[in-house]
Structure formats: C-alpha cells, structure tokens
C-alpha cells in the first residue's frame, strides 16, 4: 500500500485581504492551511464519526476559541474526514463566512482535490 500526500494551493482577495490556502491531502485526512502572512498561527482538529452529529473537534495549537475550530468542524461534518486546519489571518464576523464560502466554492468545483480518487 502506497501512501501519497497531494498539495494545493488557491487564493482569493477577500475584503481588502490577499487570503492564501493551502491544502495538503493525505490518506484518509487533510490539513487546510489559510493565511495572508505564512505564519502558521492557531491549528485545530476534527473528525467526523458514526456516533455525533456535530464531530468533535479541538484547538491543538493557540487559542481554544479560535475561528479554525469552527472550520475544521464544518469541513470534517462536510467530507466525512479527520480535518486539520490552521490560519493567521485575524478574523471579524465579516471576513469568516467570506472564507468558508470560497472554501465550499473550491470544494464544489475541485472535489478530488479534497477527496481520494477512487
């Protein structure tokens, strides 16, 4: 059994803010890293599982509250997948559904970046 890791990078000007993304899928997980500095800033986890309709999730690296939690969540309730993701943008309540939006707009048009081929 061969394991492969597969980069991805897009971007999009959101408000005033240069936002990069960059997604590394592995097997059966990936990690989505969003950021304008490329500094790795907060990182959390989540993964959905047969039993929880919310998938649990956990900040692993900065702030218990931070936005990175929520996404992951969303996306491993989305893709059925344990999600990493982690960011250094400084989010507002504005800014946040503007990314998850184009996030869900990559996810729509280029699902195999996300997904395993089969």
């Given at each position: 059994?061969?394991?492969?890791?597969?980069?991805?990078?897009?971007s999009a000007k959101i408000m005033d803010t240069q936002v990069n993304f960059q997604l590394i899928k592995m097997e059966d997980s990936f990690h989505l890293w969003i950021g304008s500095t490329f500094k790795y800033g907060d990182m959390a986890m989540s993964m959905?599982?047969?039993?929880?309709?919310?998938?649990?999730?956990?900040?692993?690296?900065?702030?218990s509250d931070s936005p990175c939690v929520n996404?992951?969540?969303?996306l491993a309730?989305?893709?059925?997948?344990q999600?990493?993701?982690?960011?250094?943008l400084a989010y507002?309540?504005?800014?946040?559904?503007?990314?998850?939006?184009?996030?869900?707009?990559?996810?729509?048009?280029?699902p195999e970046k996300f997904f395993d081929s089969t």
């Amino acid at each position: 059994m061969t394991t492969c890791l597969s980069v991805y990078s897009f971007s999009a000007k959101i408000m005033d803010t240069q936002v990069n993304f960059q997604l590394i899928k592995m097997e059966d997980s990936f990690h989505l890293w969003i950021g304008s500095t490329f500094k790795y800033g907060d990182m959390a986890m989540s993964m959905k599982n047969k039993y929880d309709t919310v998938p649990p999730s956990s900040p692993l690296l900065g702030a218990s509250d931070s936005p990175c939690v929520n996404i992951a969540q969303r996306l491993a309730k989305k893709t059925g997948k344990q999600v990493f993701v982690s960011g250094d943008l400084a989010y507002n309540q504005i800014m946040l559904p503007l990314i998850e939006k184009r996030i869900g707009e990559e996810l729509k048009n280029f699902p195999e970046k996300f997904f395993d081929s089969t």
